[in-house]
């Protein structure tokens, strides 16, 4: 069963309001306006001076304890990292802590945030290969630099932890594909998963969470939204980022390899942990697929958003389901480190 935080829609935050509580906590003032968000209450405020920022109000069911494991990432990578292109958190007026409890109208006590608010346009549709092999070293610099941070909730239990695939497809049809996928989990995954180490990763590298400059994407401009971060193995940070990009069956595999020569180039990797990649890639399609579906039988109303990836996710697992995915692993780990 998933998560309600999945499947539940939150409670509405209409502009006026958003405005008058980040005035109070925050003390900022401008022009706002809604942004989209997979299940927060996202707006942009454009501040008198010009400067624009990201008013975040959590989902009514995430803990605290999530809602600061996030702030405190980004926190952690600003001091480690400060040259990364990534959100800067605004601290409330009372500065005790990154976040503020408040509770618009008669609904219920949520989050609130703000950070800086990063240009440029989301990595959506075709990129050339040279742009994956930046993206892969850009997430491992992003993951080197989380490498010693720790937080009493990044051991938490989350339906998009790749690990939890067989537990997240239990509520949809189990077609053939998936249930391919899940079989080479339980068969070549599931125990060399647990014997890899493992450190907080992003989990979250989709092409809507990476900001280009537009049209020439010479540029990785940013990277957002940190509320699927986890405690698990860096293979499953690259499979993850790399899933997106199976759907291209021309060139999928060769834009796979590059994002893992740039990862692998700035955070080298071990040939057991590349060796899990293929499978990984195919229970994140997997599991997007799952997850997205069954949240929107469930009624969301955001389903637009939901099934922005389902299409590409369902394409990948398509073609990933025609693999000998052990022998892929071994294949790939040898391309990847033969460079």
């Known amino acids: 069963m998933l998560d309600p935080i999945l499947v539940e829609p939150a409670a509405h935050i209409g502009v006026s309001e958003a ?14 306006h809604p942004l989209a968000g997979e299940r927060d209450a996202n707006f942009c405020l454009r501040l ?3 400067e624009r920022v990201v008013v975040k109000f959590a989902h009514p069911l995430e803990p605290y304890d999530v809602s600061d494991l996030q702030s405190r990432a980004l926190l952690h990578l600003e001091r480690t990292a400060p040259d990364l292109p990534l959100p800067r958190m605004r601290w409330p007026l009372a500065g005790v802590a990154p976040q503020v409890t408040v509770t618009p109208g008669a609904g219920p006590p949520r989050q609130l945030r703000v950070y800086s608010y990063l240009s440029g346009t989301p990595a959506v549709g075709p990129v050339e290969t040279s742009f994956q092999w930046r993206l892969g070293k850009l997430a491992a610099h992003i993951d080197r630099a989380l490498g010693d941070f720790a937080h009493a909730a990044d051991g938490r239990s989350i339906d998009w932890d790749l690990r939890r695939l067989p537990e997240a497809c239990e509520p949809v049809e189990r077609t053939p594909e998936i249930a391919h996928v899940v079989d080479a989990y339980d068969r070549i995954g599931r125990a060399a998963l647990a014997a890899l180490p493992d450190q907080v990763v992003h989990n979250d590298l989709n092409p809507h969470n990476v900001l280009v400059d537009n049209p020439a994407r010479s540029r990785i401009t940013g990277i957002l939204d940190f509320g699927d971060l986890v405690r698990a193995p860096r293979a499953i940070e690259l499979a993850t980022a790399a899933a997106y990009q199976i759907h291209d069956r021309t060139r999928g595999w060769q834009d796979v390899t590059a994002m893992a020569r740039g990862y692998h180039a700035a955070y080298p990797l071990s040939r057991d942990e590349l060796r899990l990649v293929p499978v990984l890639i195919a229970m994140r399609a997997a599991l ?10 469930a009624g969301r109303d955001n389903s637009d958003y939901l099934m922005r990836n389902v299409t590409r996710a369902a394409s990948a697992l398509e073609t990933l389901a025609r693999l000998d995915l052990e022998r892929a692993g071994d294949e790939f780990a040898e391309a990847v480190i033969a460079r």
């Open 48 to 50: 008198h001076h010009g």
């Open 288 to 297: 997007s697929v799952a997850i997205n579906r069954d949240a929107v039988r």
């Open 19 to 32: 405005a008058a509580l980040v005035r109070e906590h925050f003390g900022l003032a401008g022009v706002i």
